[in-house]
């Protein structure tokens, strides 16, 4: 038995969402591949080292901690289960990691892309990857969320946007309003939407679809009627590459958050509304997305006084 077989069976039973369990078979693999064991009776100091080495020779410290935090999860089962008689992963610290604070996107970054996918078919369906920019900037919604928003998500009268357990990590709900900008552009998706399958769309049909208005874009024959997070993904690779400047969907959720708290006046941050937009369940998570923005720091600056002083 390897840790991949560990990873199987652990997935099959107690995972519920398609992100995490292919990230953890991941880890499960590339274990299994970089260290050449052919059982789980062979793993020892050793063989993690090779994997450390191996992953950090064409990875990040970043990389290799992911990994080992799902290694650990899986060993950890794994002797609790009687499948392993030792979790040799449980004493190995992670690297330390550079806190290099969190990317944000520059205005001229989105007015760039904007222009481009305006003036420009080489990325189609242009009009199409123009409104998932906008919906992910003013939802702040993650990758596993917009592959998952059905029209049931979707109040247009109401304007709001249900955030759904489908593409919940903690497998939580909340609601986003949507701004004025989102509904024009949902309006317009579902109308195209519609003229492709013939019909009015139904409350579980995948709102962003982009097989259905591009044949270059496959979809997954295991999920009939949704796009995959590779293909967001590869979209945003895509882009960036033909402007010239950095764009991904989770820099895009953190420019959300960090706009949703720094505004060009003196008005107080509400971090509380950033935290139920972006859905996170502990407040310093949400301050571990906000960068504050010089410009503001430098209001407060300002405001310093320097006590009075006699003469000299």
Not at 230 to 253: C, E
Not at 277 to 302: C, D, E, Q
Request: aromatic share 10%.
């Amino acid at each position: 038995m390897k840790m991949l077989d560990i990873a199987r069976i652990y997935v099959s039973v107690n995972i519920n969402n398609d992100d995490t369990s292919s990230t953890a078979m991941r880890a499960a693999r590339l274990f299994d591949e970089r260290t050449g064991i052919a059982d789980i009776a062979e793993i020892d100091f050793a063989a993690i080292g090779r994997f450390k080495a191996a992953v950090l020779a064409v990875g990040k410290p970043v990389t290799y901690n992911g990994y080992l935090r799902y290694l650990k999860l899986l060993g950890k089962w794994a002797l609790a289960e009687g499948y392993w008689t030792r979790n040799w992963f449980e004493s190995v610290r992670k690297l330390p990691e550079p806190d290099a604070p969190h990317k944000t996107i520059e205005p001229e970054v989105f007015a760039e892309a904007m222009k481009f996918l305006h003036s420009n078919e080489a990325l189609q369906p242009a009009w199409f990857w123009r409104i998932v920019i906008r919906f992910l900037y003013f939802t702040g919604v993650r990758r596993r969320q917009i592959v998952h928003v059905q029209l049931r998500d979707i109040d247009l009268t109401n304007r709001v946007l249900t955030a759904s357990y489908r593409g919940s990590k903690t497998q939580r709900e909340w609601q986003i309003p949507l701004a004025d900008e989102v509904i024009e552009d949902l309006r317009y998706l579902i109308r195209r939407n519609e003229n492709v399958l013939g019909r009015r769309m139904r409350p579980d049909d995948y709102v962003f679809n982009v097989s259905r208005f591009y044949s270059r874009y496959k979809s997954d024959p295991a999920r009939p009627g949704r796009m995959d997070g590779p293909q967001f993904t590869g979209f945003m690779k895509r882009l960036s590459a033909r402007i010239g400047m950095r764009i991904g969907m989770h820099r895009i959720r953190h420019t959300c958050a960090t706009d949703l708290c720094d505004f060009d006046d003196d008005e107080s941050p509400d971090l509380f509304a950033a935290q139920q937009i972006l859905g996170h369940t502990m407040l310093s998570t949400t301050r571990g997305y906000v960068k504050t923005k010089v410009h503001r720091m430098r209001m407060r600056i300002n405001k310093l006084e320097f006590p009075k002083q006699g003469k000299i």
